[in-house]
């Protein structure tokens, strides 16, 4: 993993807002340009009930 100097965590337990995911993220990189993602560890977990997706973006501000 490169050096990073922060962390943003998306994550979604209901099936909409697991679907939306992917869009929300986009929408936040759009937003934060000035920043470049080093790494990203996507994670998916269940139970009986409920499944969860996690997604966390490591990121450092961009040279220049």
């Known amino acids: ?4 100097t922060g962390v943003k965590v ?7 807002e697991r679907e939306e995911l992917g ?3 986009t929408r936040w ?13 996507v994670t998916q ?10 997604i966390v973006l490591f990121f450092r501000q961009r040279a220049g």
């Open 23 to 25: 869009e929300t993220v």
């Open 10 to 16: 998306f994550s979604a337990t209901k099936a909409k």
């Open 29 to 41: 990189l759009r937003t934060n340009a000035d920043l470049e993602v080093v790494d990203r560890v």
């Open 45 to 54: 977990s269940s139970d009986d009930e409920f499944h969860c997706l996690s």
């Open 1 to 4: 993993m490169q050096e990073f």
